[in-house]
């Protein structure tokens, strides 16, 4: 006997016995058979009354082939034949044609209209294929992995394609500003860990013989930086540029199981969802974890940590690699949302956070460290120092609130650097997708072109570094300022050009309009 999966929870058939064949080539088992009339009876569709007992699909079904057919009823249970009805059933078998279409009609309605009223749907008029994204939960079919030996496979990671750590950056270059020693860490560290992605698939004979069996550790990331730096961004544009899924989280909405919020594993079901529901995608993603200095130890407290301590113990496993049962298409578990198993071996994790007050940690460990003398180095001096953060050791993080086998786990840690004045100018008009960039799009698609003039970008940066957010004031000070403009130029089918100076950025006067020449 071949083995079958139900469409539903996909079990086997060894694991759930026999399967009931649906139309539409579907195949349920008798939980999910139950369940889903459960479910279709809750609707009040025709058909589906509070008649149907809960034992109704619970009877054997083996001599029916476990297919569905029309209940007998005992007035058609069949009679012994005789040579008197064989005589008579030959004598009236040509008036049984003639009539036969007609009565075959009647007999329909009469049968439809005698289930309903003893709420037992007659099977055979329901197109379970109407009901496919119903029992499927609306959501498309998981793209398992293909049974094939490990010789077989094909791995989905080339070493050949993995660009290397100079070319990663140059490609963020053209994306993020500044950032120089992010950058290279980070393009070291995401080529090693996709080397170690792609070594997996490799054959015996690629390796010397001392080396084949030597398995490479998984390296996550932890970053630390200021907020409005760009960390999220990184991230966002790592992924795009190697074309894997990326799931994004944010710790403070993470709970320990069992409490409202959001399940430490529901992170793995958004990379799954990213993934398009293909299994072997999503276990070579990233799944970055923001706010993660959220996580840390509450201080004095008499109550549960349900958000701290505790979600750390709770992600030991992910960052480790285990095999997590993942919800499709849903953050819950329940009856009728079926399960994937996705392995975390090989998803990359990568967290960031703004980590305030951490600098006052690192200033008190470097205090403690300093000597006595005429060539000591003065207390102070480090109150003054911006890369502050960039001298980071584990022991900081670990007093900071965060246990050893959590930091354990996150080996690799750099620091991003607060954006300054000339900085905040470059991001406005040098990454390949600048802001600035954006706005002349929006005013060419109404064949308007928009110019900026150097002084107005560096008074926007200016606004933007006093509001001490980052990369994020941008936004919303050059939507200020382009707002009456983007409302007023399309009444004016003959503007052709508009500079913004500084003078309207300082409100003394407006922008510089020129009309089409004709």
Excluded: W
Excluded at 49 to 65: M, R, W
Excluded at 131 to 146: A, T
Excluded at 230 to 257: F, M, N, Q, R, W
């Amino acid at each position: 006997m071949n083995e079958e999966f139900c469409s539903i929870c996909h079990r086997s058939s060894k694991d759930v016995g026999s399967l009931i064949h649906m139309p539409g080539n579907m195949n349920l088992c008798h939980d999910c058979m139950q369940s889903t009339v459960n479910s279709l009876s809750s609707m009040n569709i025709p058909g589906f009354g509070s008649g149907i007992k809960p034992d109704f699909f619970s009877a054997d079904l083996s001599k029916t082939g476990n297919s569905f057919v029309n209940p007998v009823t005992s007035s058609d249970t069949a009679k012994p034949k005789t040579d008197e009805t064989v005589k008579e059933a030959a004598e009236n078998e040509e008036g049984d044609k003639s009539d036969k279409e007609s009565n075959d009609k009647e007999a329909d309605s009469k049968s439809n209209t005698k289930n309903n009223n003893y709420g037992i749907p007659n099977i055979s008029f329901l197109n379970m294929s109407d009901f496919q994204n119903l029992l499927n939960g609306g959501r498309s079919r998981v793209k398992k992995k293909k049974n094939v030996p490990d010789e077989e496979r094909v791995p989905l990671i080339n070493i050949k394609d993995i660009p290397e750590p100079h070319k990663l950056k140059a490609m963020l270059d053209e994306y993020v500003v500044g950032q120089e020693h992010a950058k290279r860490i980070v393009s070291v560290g995401v080529y090693n860990h996709y080397k170690r992605v792609a070594s997996q698939g490799m054959k015996k004979e690629q390796f010397d013989d001392d080396l084949f069996d030597i398995e490479i550790e998984k390296s996550n990331m932890l970053m630390i930086g200021p907020t409005g730096c760009g960390k999220t961004y990184l991230v966002k544009t790592l992924a795009k540029l190697l074309d894997v899924p990326l799931a994004i989280a944010d710790a403070t909405s993470l709970t320990e199981a069992g409490y409202i919020g959001d399940d430490i594993e529901s992170v793995v079901g958004k990379l799954l969802a990213a993934a398009d529901n293909d299994v072997e995608k999503a276990e070579i993603g990233i799944i970055y974890i923001d706010e993660i200095d959220k996580l840390a130890k509450k201080k004095d407290t008499h109550t549960r940590d349900i958000n701290g301590e505790s979600v750390q113990q709770g992600m030991l496993k992910l960052l480790e690699g285990a095999d997590i049962e993942v919800p499709v298409g849903s953050n819950s578990k329940n009856a009728m949302v079926p399960l994937e198993t996705i392995n975390t071996s090989n998803i990359l994790f990568i967290c960031g956070g703004a980590f305030p007050e951490l600098d006052e940690i690192i200033k008190q460990r470097l205090r403690k460290q300093t000597s006595i003398g005429f060539n000591a180095e003065l207390k102070d001096q480090f109150d003054k120092r911006k890369d502050i953060l960039s001298l980071v050791k584990t022991e900081d993080i670990k007093k900071y609130g965060f246990i050893p086998e959590f930091i354990g786990r996150l080996p690799i840690v750099y620091t991003m650097e607060g954006l300054t004045k000339e900085m905040l100018v470059n991001i406005l008009k040098e990454p390949k997708n600048a802001l600035i960039k954006q706005y002349k799009k929006l005013f060419a698609l109404d064949e308007v072109k928009l110019e900026f003039d150097d002084e107005a970008l560096e008074l926007i940066a200016e606004k933007a570094y006093e509001k001490d957010t980052g990369a994020r004031a941008l936004r919303s000070i050059v939507e200020e300022y382009m707002f009456d403009i983007m409302y007023e130029i399309p009444k004016d089918k003959n503007i052709g050009r508009v500079v913004i100076t500084k003078d309207y950025i300082e409100g003394k006067g407006g922008p510089l309009i020129e009309m089409r020449t004709l």
